[in-house]
């Protein structure tokens, strides 16, 4: 499996996750370019830099389902692992307090 990932657009990087199995001696890709990002809001159509909003989607229509979903899954994760973050450090706060408390 290959997964283009990366932090940051300074260093992009792509990760190959593969059995044991498996020896990688080489990996070729092939880029065309990204697509355009779209919105109903602030887009300019004639606008072809790399930074351009569109009105619409470049990517075909059956490709919808699959984004959505994982762009929600993605929210979800992310929004449920800070509040799990949050939780934790509540938690922290209240053990250290009581700790204080304790040794008064």
Not at 34 to 49: I, K, R
Request: net charge negative; charged share 30%.
């Amino acid at each position: 499996m290959v997964i283009l990932e990366s932090t940051s657009s300074e260093s992009p990087y792509i990760k190959v996750i593969h059995d044991s199995y498996t020896n990688i001696i080489a990996l070729d890709l092939v880029y065309y370019r990204q697509p355009y990002a779209f919105n109903v809001l602030g887009y300019d159509d004639t606008d072809e830099s790399s930074a351009a909003v569109h009105s619409y989607c470049e990517l075909p229509f059956y490709c919808f389902d699959e984004l959505v979903e994982g762009a929600v899954r993605m929210y979800m994760m992310d929004y449920k692992f800070a509040l799990s973050l949050e939780a934790d450090r509540r938690r922290d706060q209240r053990r250290q307090r009581r700790k204080e408390d304790d040794e008064q």
